[in-house]
């Protein structure tokens, strides 16, 4: 089995991406896992994380525009198919989108491998004070047309789970990512869980 987690960013900022990843490896016998994250400067493009996780991050042809603000929704949009191919060549058996910016390119992948996608948004982020206005817009019709194609949403607190009943009539589930207390109590376990992420 095999499942890929989908995040926007390189993947050096996922704890809750790697949280999840180490529990479902731990708990599930031959599973493999990948998180298909962007490349960026300095990181390799093939990274073992665990013993069964690995980083792939590739290098989107239009990286080059990201310094010039105007391309950089055209840079987004063309960042969607390029994802949706590397999701299909990885062939997983579960897709986990992590953002309303990998929902897109997790759904197409889906269809054309006939897999489940789980969508799993941290936070209300067509609402973040960092995106721009067009953004927004877009990442708003993103969440309306490919939204309801999801086999499954997770949030991570109620009141993120009471504004998605809301708006689209359904309540996700809830999955809320408490610090592991043994970790925070022991300073050497905690340095061996950073080396490992």
Not at 45 to 63: A, G, M, N, P, T
Not at 91 to 99: D, F, K, M, W
Not at 167 to 188: C, I
């Amino acid at each position: 089995m095999k499942i890929v987690h989908v995040v926007t960013g390189s993947g050096t900022n996922a704890s809750r991406v790697y949280k999840q990843s180490f529990t479902m490896v731990n708990r599930i016998q031959n599973l493999d896992v990948v998180v298909l994250a962007a490349w960026s400067d300095g990181l390799p493009v093939c990274e073992q994380v665990f013993d069964s996780i690995v980083i792939f991050r590739w290098k989107s042809k239009l990286e080059k525009l990201r310094r010039f603000t105007f391309f950089n929704f055209f840079r987004k949009i063309f960042w969607i198919f390029e994802c949706k191919k590397a999701l299909v060549a990885c062939s997983p058996t579960l897709i986990l989108a992590h953002s309303v910016g990998t929902l897109p390119s997790s759904i197409l992948a889906a269809r054309v491998l006939n897999v489940p996608v789980i969508y799993d948004c941290h936070e209300l982020e067509r609402f973040t004070a960092n995106q721009s206005v067009l953004w927004r817009q877009i990442s708003s019709i993103f969440e309306k047309t490919f939204l309801p194609k999801a086999s499954a949403v997770i949030v991570v607190n109620d009141s993120i789970a009471e504004w998605y009943e809301n708006e689209y009539g359904f309540r996700p589930y809830v999955l809320k990512a408490y610090p592991d207390a043994r970790w925070q109590s022991v300073d050497s376990d905690c340095r061996a869980v950073n080396r490992r992420i």
